[in-house]
T-cell receptor, first 115, second 115 residues
């Protein structure tokens, strides 16, 4: 298996533009997570899905952020409009299920820079 | 709510020296503890985890960690480090109220192994 695949690896955009980050989880994994990593706040969970259904989006910082999972093999995180403070590394992770002790499999991340 | 404190943001060591990366957690209930490693430009990977049983947990790449309930600690150790161990290490905790969807990460410790 190729692991969790994220695209693009790097994204540079200007303030106010729409940004879409993409994720393909590991086949057969039923849970998908979006994290944001910054120097100041560390690794924060934004939203997670179980069986393509958003379960908890309490970590999404603002209405400018939205996430979808139209099927078991694809998810997007969209920021519209983007702002400089959104600059961070965004990780997608998947796991077979949510449960005690479950291991998360992370993608390589998308480095987002909003100018 | 659970929280994790990694006491050192950066740890420089020489090759073949022993290393300990410290992690303390805050929780009033039973917890499950994890160490993840992030190599440069990659996503996080699970090093080891403690769910129950023996308090000494062995992981990949020669790392081990010891769960100490009285001190609420889960320090990571390796007796002899290699250049390839240079990475950022994250301690994480989840509790009986949730599994991977409730994982809380520390801010990370950057381990730099020098020749």
């Amino acid at each position: 298996d190729a692991g969790v695949i994220q695209s693009p690896r790097h994204e540079v955009t200007e303030m106010g533009q729409e940004v879409t980050l993409r994720c393909k989880p590991i086949s057969g994994h039923n849970s998908l997570f979006w994290y944001r990593q910054t120097m100041m706040r560390g690794l924060e969970l934004l939203i997670y899905f179980n069986n393509n259904v958003p379960i908890d989006d309490s970590g999404m910082p603002e209405d400018r952020f939205s996430a979808k999972m139209p099927n078991a093999s694809f998810s997007t995180l969209k920021i519209q409009p983007s702002e400089p403070r959104d600059s961070a590394v965004y990780f997608c992770a998947s796991s077979p299920r949510t449960g005690l002790g479950e291991k998360l499999f992370f993608g390589s991340g998308t480095q987002l820079s909003v100018l | 709510a659970q929280s994790v404190t990694q006491l050192d943001s950066q740890v420089p060591v020489f090759e073949e020296a022993p290393v300990e990366l410290r992690c303390n957690y805050s929780s009033s209930v039973s917890v499950y503890l994890f160490w993840y490693v992030q190599y440069p430009n990659q996503g996080l990977q699970l090093l080891l985890k403690y769910l129950s049983g023996s308090t000494l947990v062995k992981g990949i790449n020669g790392f081990e960690a010891e769960f100490n309930k009285s001190q609420t600690s889960f320090h990571l150790r390796k007796p002899s480090v290699h250049i390839s161990d240079t990475a950022e290490y994250f301690c994480a905790v989840s509790g009986p109220q949730g599994g991977s969807e409730k994982l809380v990460f520390g801010k990370g410790t950057k381990l730099t192994v020098n020749p």
